[in-house]
């Protein structure tokens, strides 16, 4: 088991850029392929990134390639999504998730811990 806290998020301008933590409770958390997820108002949660247990591979939705990066460091228990170029629409509540049971997913029913999310607001 392992339990998940995003931090970092926060008020930008547009063309800005934050970075988000996801630090990760137990000795375990290596073993975990992390992804990032978003909810805006109104939307269903979204996949936004995702990498596996060692960081040797990432996945990125679309809408964010080239603008956002996804690593880790497994020595501090945290993964981080660098977020560059952001725009209005990546207004939302990020969310990191865990999943032991795949190596790399987009899929929100693949994840089986999530941390309480850190709200991201970009402003023009």
């Known amino acids: 088991q392992v339990q998940l806290v995003e931090s970092g998020g926060g008020l930008v301008q547009a063309g800005g850029s934050l970075r988000l933590s996801c630090a990760g409770s137990?000795?375990?958390?290596?073993?975990?392929?992390i992804g990032w997820f978003r909810q805006a108002p109104g939307k269903e949660r979204e996949f936004v990134a995702s990498i596996s247990w060692n960081g040797g591979y990432t996945y990125y939705a679309n809408s964010v390639k080239g603008r956002f990066t996804i690593s880790r460091d497994n020595a501090k228990n945290t993964v981080y999504l660098q977020m560059n170029s952001l725009q209005l629409e990546d207004t939302a509540v990020y969310y990191c998730a865990g999943s032991s049971r795949y190596p790399l997913t987009t899929r929100r029913s693949n994840y089986d811990y999530w941390g309480q999310g850190t709200q991201v607001t970009v402003s023009s």
């Open positions: 137990g000795r375990t958390f290596s073993r975990y392929a």
